[in-house]
Nanobody, 128 residues
Framework: EVQLVESGGDLVQTGGSLRLSCAAS????????IGWFRQAPGKEREVISC????????YYADSVKGRFTISSDNAKNTVYLQMNSLKPEDTAVYYC?????????????????????WGQGTQVTVSS
């Protein structure tokens, strides 16, 4: 059974940091890339960062570039999202999702329908 479990969400002050984890089971990262999405109340779910399953190339949305870092530990089948310099507008539920390796490229990441598996989400709240 394929499963993605996010953790690490919390309440943090502006300028603070958090590290989110996405633990995967039922598949390995050589056949699926992993993306991080977020959804704020009343807004659409947006992709913010992904990691290419074949070569580890990261992708970042402009809104998080320079502040967030995605990484993977293949031995633990876990992808991390290090979030620094957090802002109130980063407040959202954060999800990780798996995309087949042949779509694991920045050209496809904006197409949410290509992500086959999703975690349950973890809440990140940044207070001003």
């Amino acid at each position: 059974e394929v499963q993605l479990v996010e953790s690490g969400g919390d309440l943090v002050q502006t300028g603070g940091s958090l590290r989110l984890s996405c633990a995967a089971s039922g598949f390995t990262f050589d056949i699926y890339g992993i993306g991080w999405f977020r959804q704020a109340p009343g807004k659409e779910r947006e992709v913010i960062s992904c990691i290419n399953s074949r070569n580890g190339t990261p992708y970042y949305a402009d809104s998080v570039k320079g502040r967030f870092t995605i990484s993977s530990d293949n031995a633990k089948n876990t992808v991390y999202l290090q979030m620094n310099s957090l802002k109130p507008e980063d407040t959202a539920v954060y999800y990780c999702a798996a995309i087949p390796s042949y779509y694991s490229d920045s050209y496809y990441y904006s197409d949410i329908s290509l992500f086959d598996y999703w975690g349950q989400g973890t809440q990140v709240t940044v207070s001003s």
